[in-house]
């Protein structure tokens, strides 16, 4: 196959909202459009995406070009076949990670469970390098944020306010090392965290966590 004539679809929320463009083109209608353009290219994405011709196994990999290397890693829980993308470029790497990981935040558990998110947060994004980039699927770190402060009161999760409430845009701004240091979802073994939460097993710390962003 001819790697650069592919369609990749990373990420295909059906109830987004988000990236409504000057014009009135909604990213909807553009998707749209690219398929009936290119309909006879595979679409590579997760399973019950639209139009999704090939959906790659966990941790399959696969080319953009000549250089890029892109890895499926499978985290099912926002949706179940919910997958986020590693992208390598020499030693440049970024993770696409939809619904799953947002700046100091992950999504919500629509199709699975905490044992899910737990496990493609903590075991999956979280044994990435530390230096790969984040780059998530919605722009919710101001709301993150605020919810971070009720939990813990580090300096990382200062520094990140900060960052947030001067910039509209997070997204690469920061990496899964940096997650690791702030994001409560990503620090269920943390005293401070299940001080807050009541709980000490993970996967009850991760539901407890989830359980509380959703009633702020």
Not at 14 to 36: F, K, V, Y
Not at 194 to 209: C, E, F, N, R, Y
Request: net charge negative; charged share 20%; glycine share 8%.
């Amino acid at each position: 196959m001819n790697t650069h004539q592919q369609v990749y679809l990373a990420n295909c929320v059906a109830h987004s909202t988000e990236g409504i463009l000057a014009i009135g083109i909604t990213l909807e209608g553009i998707r749209r459009w690219l398929l009936s353009q290119f309909a006879d290219l595979p679409v590579i994405g997760g399973k019950d995406c639209e139009a999704v011709t090939q959906t790659p196994k966990h941790e399959e990999t696969f080319k953009i070009g000549e250089s890029i290397s892109v890895k499926a890693l499978h985290t099912p829980c926002h949706t179940q076949d919910s997958i986020c993308w590693l992208m390598e470029d020499g030693n440049d790497r970024i993770v696409f990670t939809g619904d799953t990981l947002f700046i100091g935040g992950c999504g919500r558990f629509f199709e699975g469970t905490p044992a899910e998110m737990h496990t493609a947060l903590n075991k999956t994004l979280a044994a990435l390098p530390s230096d790969t980039k984040v780059y998530p699927g919605h722009e919710y770190t101001n709301q993150n944020v605020k919810f971070l402060t009720t939990v813990l009161q580090t300096e990382p999760v200062m520094k990140l306010q900060s960052f947030a409430e001067n910039n509209k845009e997070t997204q690469g701004k920061f990496t899964i090392g940096d997650e690791k240091q702030y994001n409560v979802f990503m620090k269920l073994d943390d005293p401070t965290v299940q001080k807050a939460t009541g709980k000490t097993d993970p996967v009850d710390v991760m539901s407890k966590l989830r359980e509380m962003k959703n009633n702020m």
